[in-house]
């Protein structure tokens, strides 16, 4: 992605969300006005998030806030700022849970983190107990409330929660 001089890396995610568009590319989380159509002879007005910079792996929206997993932890977007919500390292993807709105699973570098969207804002409720303790780049969760998990080279793993808990 290079729409102007200032602006490139290797894009990995892209969410539209409240007018803004965010690209979350190699070097941080970039966003600009949403236009349907950008000029091509004028510079694009991406801007760094403050806070941002590094490997940005994700950017989601979960009950209207925009959320984004980073080499160096979850991070949500406020007042136009990256806010860190968990330090554990290379959140690489969000999944919410079915039934429950307002609760979240990440897959990091180290496993599965939990979230809860309390004071209408997200944070962080801990480690899944039980989960991997390696990589889980890909989640979903199946019709039964099921996590799958999948490791890169050591295969998929079957995980069951109870969401009350975060266990």
Known sequence: IIPDRDFFGTGYSVKIHRNKIY???????????WKSYYNPLNPAPFRLIPKSKGQVWDVDIHLNEVLFGHHEGTFRVENNQA????????????????????????GNYTGLNAYSFENEEWNFSGTIKGSP????????EDEKGIIWAAHPYRGVYR?????EKNS
């Open 83 to 106: 806010v860190q919500i968990a330090e554990t390292p290379g959140t690489w993807s969000f999944s919410a849970l079915k039934g429950y709105p307002e609760k979240l699973i990440a």
């Open 133 to 140: 303790t390696e990589s889980c780049r890909i989640i979903a």
């Open 23 to 33: 690209f979350g590319v190699s070097g941080g989380l970039y966003s600009a006005d």
């Open 159 to 163: 995980i069951v929660l109870d969401v």
